[in-house]
Each structure stands twice: as structure tokens, then as C-alpha cells.
């Protein structure tokens, strides 16, 4: 019974781990670039334009966290005077002005432009600094002006080029080179409208992809259940075919795996090898397993590489 309890916790959450880390959903993402200032201005201002720049990207609906971005803000912040202010304590007033821009990383080019100018007031030259980078609010009409214009640009190249996207990711896949088709598969957010057929063809991808493994992840745990003794390989024997899904093409030789298995170790009860039926027939919820493992894998392959190149087919 240790070993069955075992087995199917391995086995329920190896198909669908990836939920707990992935939405099903792929909302737009803006990272947050460097501040460019020709003024004198200490590196706590980078870190506090970051954290600004994506609270405002935050409250805005859209991510600024991905291990690759294609669309960037880069920020600009120049100083155009100070003043130090006799008081106790002594305040000092600077006046700034800052910019933001909606940048392509891969060939630079730009998107949208926004800039303003603020005052910062606090009793050091960095805390005047900081209160004017704080002025950065979504509140801001013509700062939300911007955002609405960075996302709908955003939209709007997606929908130009989502097509040819999924186009290539087929092409590299039929490379074997799935891991680079859903990192490029990925980069669509859910607001274009090439999404839906982006998801369809993540799963399509990933079904390949496991088709291709399915027959060498069973070989390994045939060969791991062969050299065990009293299941002491379950636990790897479990991992490598929770790897499989369940659509693959070796799937009902991996069922007939793990009976033989139950059978030989009298693991398995009546209610227990229906939970795993159950499981199988739900359709839905392993199309939304099948598109985040797929995410995942894509996840993945852009951590490998820190600055993949996408260059789309016209």
C-alpha cells in the first residue's frame, strides 16, 4: 500500500505539475530596461525605475517578468535643476524630466513615447530623486495614455506576424527542434488574434514531441523495473512515465506497464485505478496539462538561452 500511495501521488502530479507554476492563460509582457540619464544619478534610482515601472505595468494588467522579452520600456531620466532649500532639516527640490519608451529589443525599434517632467522635494538629493520617480502613477492620464498605446502596438504586431509564428514553430518542430517551436509559440500573448490557434498548435507540437520519448522513457523504466527489488526503483520508475501523456503513442503499452506492475506488487485497488481512468477521460483538463507542460518546455529552452533568436519568416 506505501508503494501504490506512492505511485499515484507521482503520478498525479506529474502530468500536471506545471499548472502550479503556469496560467493557462499568456497575458502581454513589457520588461523594464535600464535607465539611460547623462545626470549623476545614484544606482538606487535603476533598482526603485524598475520597481515603479512595473507596479505601474502591474496595475495596467500586463506582466513585466518573462525570460525573454521581445518588447522593453526604456526609460530616460535627466535632471534639469536642484535646489537646496535652508530649513531644518534641509530639503532639496530637483526638477526632472522623464521619458519611456516602447522598444522592439531585437532591432530596437520604437513603439510608442512618452515624456514629462516632475519634481521631487526630500532631504537628500536621492530621496528628491526617488520621490520624483514615485510621481510614475497609473493615475497619471497621460502616463496611461502611453501604457494603453504600448499594449494596443503590442496587439497590434502580434496580429501581424501570428500567423507566420505558428507557421515556423510547425517548421521547427518537423526539425525536431520542438523545445525552440513552443519557446516561439509562447511568445504570443492571449490578447492576439492568432491565440487560440497558438494553443492548438502547442499541443499539436508537444504531442510530437512525446511521441518521440514515449518509446525511450518506457524502454528505461522497463529496464528500472527489471533490476528492482521489491520496488525500491518506483519512485524513478514513476518519473519517467509521468513524463509521458497520455495522448502519446505508446500510452496504452505505458497502461499496460503500470498493471503489470500493480499486479506484481498487489499495489493496486479497484478505486484507486479508477481515479487514474477518470483522470485520462477528462478531455479538458489535459488539453490545459498538454499547454503548460508545452509552456513549460518553452520556459525552459529560453532559461538555456538567454537571448534566442526569433527571426520570423515573411
Known amino acids: 500500500m506505501k508503494y501504490l500511495n506512492l505511485f499515484l501521488l507521482f503520478w498525479s502530479i506529474m502530468i500536471v505539475s506545471n499548472a502550479q507554476?503556469?496560467?493557462?492563460?499568456?497575458?502581454i509582457a513589457i520588461a523594464t530596461d535600464d535607465v539611460y540619464s547623462t545626470s549623476n544619478i545614484?544606482?538606487?534610482?535603476?533598482?526603485?525605475?524598475?520597481?515603479?515601472?512595473?507596479?505601474?505595468?502591474?496595475?495596467?494588467?500586463?506582466?513585466?517578468?518573462?525570460?525573454?522579452?521581445?518588447?522593453?520600456?526604456?526609460?530616460?531620466?535627466?535632471?534639469?535643476?536642484?535646489?537646496?532649500?535652508?530649513?531644518?532639516?534641509?530639503?532639496?527640490?530637483?526638477?526632472?524630466?522623464?521619458?519611456?519608451?516602447?522598444v522592439d529589443a531585437f532591432n530596437d525599434k520604437v513603439f510608442a513615447t512618452y515624456l514629462d517632467e516632475f519634481t521631487?522635494?526630500?532631504?537628500?538629493?536621492?530621496?528628491?530623486?526617488?520621490?520624483?520617480?514615485?510621481?510614475?502613477?497609473?493615475?497619471?492620464?497621460?502616463?496611461?495614455?502611453?501604457?494603453?498605446?504600448?499594449?494596443?502596438?503590442?496587439?497590434?504586431?502580434?496580429?501581424?506576424?501570428?500567423d507566420r509564428i505558428i507557421q515556423q514553430a510547425f517548421a521547427l518542430a518537423a526539425m525536431n527542434r520542438e523545445e525552440e517551436a513552443l519557446f516561439q509559440l509562447n511568445e504570443l500573448p492571449e490578447e492576439c488574434k492568432s491565440y487560440s490557434k497558438a494553443l492548438d498548435a502547442m499541443v499539436n507540437i508537444y504531442s510530437q514531441m512525446s511521441d518521440?520519448?514515449?518509446?525511450?522513457?518506457?524502454?528505461?523504466?522497463?529496464?528500472?523495473?527489471?533490476?528492482?527489488?521489491?520496488?525500491?526503483n518506483l519512485s524513478e520508475i514513476v518519473e519517467l512515465i509521468g513524463g509521458v501523456s497520455p495522448k502519446a503513442s505508446c500510452y496504452g503499452e505505458v497502461k499496460a506497464f503500470i498493471e503489470e506492475i500493480s499486479k506484481k506488487t498487489e499495489m493496486i485497488e479497484n478505486r484507486e485505478w479508477q481515479m487514474l481512468v477518470n483522470r485520462e477521460n477528462n478531455r479538458q483538463a489535459l488539453y490545459k496539462a498538454q499547454i503548460e507542460a508545452a509552456r513549460a518546455i518553452g520556459v525552459a529552452y529560453a532559461k538555456r538561452n538567454t537571448q534566442p533568436q526569433i527571426n520570423i519568416i515573411r
Open 21 to 27: 507554476q503556469l496560467s493557462s492563460s499568456n497575458q
Open 42 to 102: 545614484p544606482s538606487s534610482i535603476n533598482n526603485q525605475m524598475h520597481q515603479q515601472l512595473r507596479a505601474v505595468l502591474s496595475s495596467a494588467g500586463i506582466g513585466s517578468e518573462s525570460y525573454y522579452n521581445r518588447f522593453i520600456i526604456r526609460p530616460s531620466y535627466e535632471i534639469v535643476s536642484k535646489e537646496a532649500i535652508e530649513s531644518s532639516p534641509v530639503k532639496f527640490v530637483i526638477n526632472v524630466t522623464i521619458g519611456l519608451s516602447l
Open 120 to 162: 521631487g522635494v526630500g532631504n537628500s538629493e536621492g530621496r528628491a530623486m526617488a520621490a520624483s520617480i514615485k510621481q510614475l502613477r497609473v493615475e497619471n492620464a497621460k502616463l496611461s495614455r502611453f501604457i494603453d498605446d504600448a499594449r494596443k502596438k503590442v496587439i497590434d504586431y502580434y496580429d501581424g506576424i501570428g
Open 212 to 232: 518521440r520519448e514515449c518509446s525511450e522513457r518506457l524502454l528505461k523504466a522497463k529496464a528500472l523495473w527489471a533490476a528492482s527489488k521489491h520496488g525500491r
